[in-house]
Every structure is written in C-alpha cells, then in structure tokens.
C-alpha cells in the first residue's frame, strides 16, 4: 500500500527535534552570591564600651512579617496610610512598571519557540498570445494554503535562553522596586504625620508663650506709666513677645507646609480630622532588637534582593554574549497544498511543502562581539559593587537606628528633667520679679531658657517616634503576606479596569 506524504507531520517533527536540541549549551557562568561585606550582627563599642542595644527580649518574628497595620497604633495614621498606599503616584507607577516588565519578559521569551502562522494566497496571470510559445493567450492561476515558520533560530548555545532570564530578573527587580517603594512610602507618610503633629504642638506651645507674655506686657506696661518697672524691663518684655509672636508665624507657616507634603504623599486632600493636632505619646510600637541580632536579616530586604536580581540578570547578559561568537542556525519552513483551482487545494496529491535551513559564522565583525562581551562582563562587575554597596548601606542603617535607639530613653528622661527644672526656675524667678527682690532680666532668661527646653523636648519625643519607624523600615518591615496578597488584588483589579477602559483583553 503506498504511503502518502504527510508535510505537515514532517514538518512538526522537524520543528520539535529541533527544539529538543536548542538549548543544549548554556555560556552562562555559574551564579554565586557574594559574601555580604559587612559584619556578622550589630554589636558596637564607643570608648570600649558595649552599646547596649538589646529592647525586651529576642523577637520571635521578623520585621518583614509584621504588617504595617499592626504596627503602627494610632488609628488616624493607619488611615492615612491607607489612602496613601491608594492613591500615591509613586506606588502607581512602581506597580504599572512590574506590568510593563513582565510584557517585556513575555516578548522575550516568546523568541524562543517558533511561531507558527497559516498562510493562505491565490495569484492569477494571463500571457498574451504574442508572448506565448503556441501562440495563444494564456491564463494560469495558482492557489495554495501552508502552515510554516519563518527564520526559527536554533538555540544550541542558549543565547535566546539567556535573554529571556535577562528579562525575567528584570521583572523580579521591579517587583522588588515595587516592594521597596511600598515600605519607603510607608515610613515616609509616618514621618510626615508626625512631623505636623509636632509643628502643630510646637504652634500651641509658641502661641501659649506669646499669649502669657502678652498679658505680662500689658501689666507691665501699666506698671511703667506709675513708675514701678523700668523701660529696660519693659523693652525686654517687648521683645520677648514679639519674638514669640515671630516663633507663631513660623510653625504656622511650617503647619501649612506639613500639611501640603502629606496631602502630596498621600496623594489627596486629606480629612481634617485624621490630621494631628499635639504629638501622640505612642504612634507606633517599639520593635523587639536583640543585641546578637544578625546582619543576614538584610538580605531580605526589597532593595538588596532588587540589586541581587539585576547581577543575576548580568551573568544571563553575559552568557547571551559568549553565544554571539558561534555559529547560529535559523529554520524557515512551510507546508500545505498547492493547486491551479481552489476545488483541487485538498486533493491527494496536493501536498507541498519547502523547507530552507541557514547557518550565520560570525568570522570579521572589528571586533564588535568581543567589545559586546568585555561590556557584559564589566556590567557584570558593576553589579557585583552595587550589591556590596547595596548591603553596606543597610547595616549602615540599622547600625544608625540601633545606635540612636541605644540612647534615645536616656536623653528622653533627661530631658524631661531639664524642661521641669527650668519650670521651677521661671516660677521662682517671676515671683521674685513680682514681689521686687530681682529685675525682669533673671525672669527673662528662665522664660526663654524653659521655651527652649520645652522645644527641644517636643523635638526629641518626634526623634523617639521617627527612630521606630525608622528601625522599622530599614529591617524591612512594611510588607507581609497579607500586604501582598492586598497589592496582588489591587493590581489584577488595576490590570481589569484598564483593559475594560481601552478595549483591550489581558
């Protein structure tokens, strides 16, 4: 029994052989990751001694896992929070940059398999008779309808490979971006609330001082008319008040700017009511840092694991490099039916098919894919740099954090103590003044002296909250499961509204 031809099945077996076999080499180097260039935890000494820096006992779960809503306790800052995690642009973009790397990495895969396209052509002619051999007009017609591929490059040595992985890190790096940016936005809308709240406690506390030392001035300025306070005394009261009075139009200048960055953060105009108005006592809560905490907690973090990513990306770079410098091999074929009428396109006998192999050795380029190699290799080493520098940088940060934190109680209580002293000095002081025993000079000094412990203090309470979030941030917290599978929602919703708005299917 005679055996038909079969192009289609030939030209599937073909194409899949060749699939088998791209790929069978991989120039690629080995990836090792580095040796994090800093020390094994946080341990510090300052005049040989240890800086203790151990807060309750060791933490049974990593910053990272701690969600930012169980964090931070004020109710007012977690909303906040919300709405900016919402609506900042920033985050946006991070997020629609994940999308568009992943088309990219799905582009670049793609050139790894053949893509398969049916064809269907019909072309007519007619000869005239003086042209023709037999001297008659002549209309010939052809018709035909294949499925083919055109130019399949083969990938012995992996270089289509090693793009796509090139383009797959890349879209890991913007995940990590994405991750990075969340947990910086975070802490920076956190710091920013704060900051307003202590502009605000700063506002009331110079509006206080310009409210008491008025009325002060305006007795005195009674008394000076019948004689009892001297014009010095009272010049000094005078620019004591109008110095308040400065101080009042310049956090209320600052409150007004406070509010402007917070509204630009959160990326709308903010409800009055979730905007503070004194310092809150706790708006976050204190990490648990143990003293042996160790530094390879920083390898989780989104900004190391962004810069690891792009080196894992650069040995891919390089591997697709090395795969320039041997031959490569590109598959364009078809097959179908061929007919001179449409009725005999599926007749037996009809089959047709072409198949054209081409191999492409690169022998004289001046040098081009050598220069193409040394650039991947030292991108490579770039890389490398980037990410030492990357893991230096945060346990500079934590270092930092810890380090202040180590302290922050200390100077806290002393400071409270300061502001109470210079309280009893001003009440003693002032009744001093009243009953005559000393001029206004030794009441004014202490008046200005407890206004500038009490700013201090106010400043210093802001130091102690912002070093939480900070020592909070910088170990990598901001981002648990439950923060994820949040983001994920918003971004397939995201993804489902935009190609609902253009027309367009995912």
Known sequence: MPQRSLPGLRLASTLLLAMLLGGCVNLAPDYRQPAAPVAANWAQTVDGKNIVVARGNAATVAAENIGWQDFFIDERLREVIAQALQNNRDLRVAALNIEKARAQYRIEDATRYPA???????????????LS??????????????????????DFFSRLKNLSESALETYRYQIEIRRSTHISLVAEVAA??????????????????????????????????????????????????????ADVGRYTSQVAQDINALNLLVGATLDARLLPARLPDTAAALLSTPADLPSDVLLRRPDVLAAEHTLIG????????????????????????????????????SGAWSFAPSINLPIFNSGSNRASL???????????????KAIQTAFSEVADALAERSTLDQRLTAQQKVAAAYEKSYKLSDARYRTGIDSYLSTLVSQRSLYSAQQTLISLRLTEQNNRITLYKVLGGGWSEKTQKVADAADSESRSNRGTTLGVAE
């Open 133 to 154: 051999s037999a001297g008659n007009a002549t209309t010939s017609r052809q018709y035909s309808a294949t499925l083919g591929v055109s130019a399949y490059e083969l």
């Open 116 to 130: 398969v396209s049916a064809t269907g052509s019909g072309t007519a002619s007619r000869t005239p008779g003086t």
């Open 374 to 388: 040394d650039a991947a290799v030292i991108t490579r080493d770039i890389d490398v740099a980037t990410y030492e």
């Open 192 to 245: 920013a609330w704060l900051k307003l709240a202590s502009d605000q406690e700063l506002l009331q506390l110079a509006q206080d001082t310009l409210k008491s030392q008025s009325r002060t001035y305006e007795l005195s300025q009674r008394s000076h008319e019948i004689g009892t306070v001297s014009g010095v005394d009272l010049a000094d009261q005078e620019a004591s008040v109008e110095s308040a009075r």
């Open 314 to 349: 650069a040995h891919a770079d390089i591997g697709a490099a090395r795969a320039a410098f041997f031959p490569s091999i590109t598959l364009t074929a078809n097959g179908g039916t061929a007919s001179s009428s449409l009725g005999g396109l599926f007749k037996a006998g």
